[in-house]
């Protein structure tokens, strides 16, 4: 029987509606894959497990993987190091992945079993989280990899120009996060942050401050919205900004900030992650973040902060800025709220062609289905290229 492992390395949850659904549609489906979902923390464990029970009758198995107990007592001290801790976490965790025949993850760091372990032989599968167009999304690791899945035409062209993508050995499928949304949130009516009826924004700053907004503008849009009266605004940074705030050099949100009526924060918890305050708001304002795209599954007013003040029109990594308004100032930022409305009549055919560039979808067939297949297709080739079986 095959073994795969569907590997969630990290402290939150926010990579596995990405992945996991893959994971149960091909146990599900091939009888012939033995599906693991490895997490590091009971938190992924835990959401990974409600997840699969969108999927009745899926037959995976749940590994908690091993996590020193010394890294466990420190572990909110060290955030900061967060890359370290995965590393760990594969380290000792060796003789599980010796064990399995194809890992497939949706980050990058999990290269390391092979560029510093040695697992050569181990077949190593990615899938992206996000579908954002920074920079530092598409590096050189993603060409060492044995198979890609993609979520649409976007990043496919994108990697193809960059030259990572090998043909036969990737898969565009789609964005499997969307039906892991919908599906838990079915029945359930959306939070209600707020006692009026004015216009929300959701304010989310990427965590990478060499090109976000957080550090240099970030307490002065705060200080923006505390002061008006006619929107209330959400403030939901990626999850990882203030889990490695040291490390970014991130200024903390002062208290007051918390107490406001018309202001709701949230530096972290399943909401910033799960789409709830992408749904329930009116306007997005960002910079880098890829969750721009999911707020898009409805075509909306965005706005975006240009506090590097970068020369982005020519630049694929900031291509969904095309998709709203840029603002380089606090003083037109203003200006770009009171016209946010007025103004979304001609950006929503762009964004509604942008949504389609990045998110593949045909009726008959879930993104999930469609990548466990390709999954399973390719490593059914890859057994039958080398004349052996997997492992028992």
């Known amino acids: 029987m095959f073994k795969v492992c569907f590997l969630f390395n990290h402290y939150f949850i926010h990579q596995i509606p ?20 490895a997490c590091s923390s009971q938190q992924e464990l835990h959401y990974a497990q409600e997840i699969g029970n969108l999927y009745p009758g899926h037959r995976c198995r749940f590994e908690l993987l091993q996590v020193p107990y010394y890294y466990r ?23 599980f992945f010796r064990q399995i025949d194809a890992l497939v993850a949706p980050e990058r760091n999990c290269m390391q079993l092979k560029t510093r372990f040695n697992l050569n032989s181990l077949i190593m599968i990615h899938c992206r989280h996000g579908a954002g167009d920074r920079a530092g999304g598409f590096d050189k690791r993603l ?18 120009a960059l030259g990572w993508l090998k043909k036969g050995r990737y898969a565009v499928v789609g964005y499997p996060k969307f039906e892991v949304v919908m599906g838990l949130n079915k029945g359930k ?22 090109v976000a907004s957080w550090n240099l503008m970030g307490l002065r849009v705060l200080d923006f919205f505390k002061k008006q009266k006619g929107f209330n605004l959400i403030f939901a940074p990626h999850v990882v900004l203030f889990k490695r705030r040291f490390r970014h050099r991130a200024p903390k949100v002062p208290r007051s900030f918390f107490r406001l009526h018309n202001m709701h924060i949230d530096l972290g918890s399943v909401h910033s992650a799960d789409m709830t305050y992408t749904l329930n708001s009116d306007i997005y304002l960002g910079d880098v973040s890829s969750q721009v795209y999911e707020f898009l599954i ?34 037109t930022l203003k ?54 079986p997997l492992k028992e």
């Open 73 to 95: 007592l420190i572990d909110p001290l060290l955030s900061r190091w967060a890359f370290y801790r995965k590393r760990l976490v594969l380290r000792h965790n060796l003789d």
């Open 189 to 210: 009516k959306p939070p209600r942050l707020f006692k009026n009826s004015n216009p929300t924004a959701v304010y989310n700053p990427h965590f990478d401050q060499k």
């Open 18 to 37: 990405h992945a996991a659904p893959y994971a149960f549609e091909l146990s599900r489906n091939f009888p012939e894959f033995q599906c693991i979902v």
């Open 335 to 388: 200006m770009a709220l009171d016209q946010a409305f007025e103004l979304q009549e001609a950006f929503r055919p762009v964004q509604e062609r942008a949504f389609s560039y990045t998110f593949y979808s045909e009726s008959g067939s879930t993104a999930a289905q469609r990548g466990a297949y390709a999954i399973a297709k390719f490593l059914m080739e890859t057994a039958s290229a080398k004349r052996r």
């Open 143 to 160: 060409g060492m990899f044995d198979f890609i899945l993609l979520p649409g035409k976007k990043i496919e062209d994108r990697l193809n």
């Open 298 to 331: 409805r075509p909306r007013p965005c706005i975006f902060l240009n506090a590097h003040k970068v020369k982005w029109q020519s630049d694929p990594a900031y291509m969904h800025w095309n998709l709203g308004q840029v603002v380089d100032s606090i003083e």
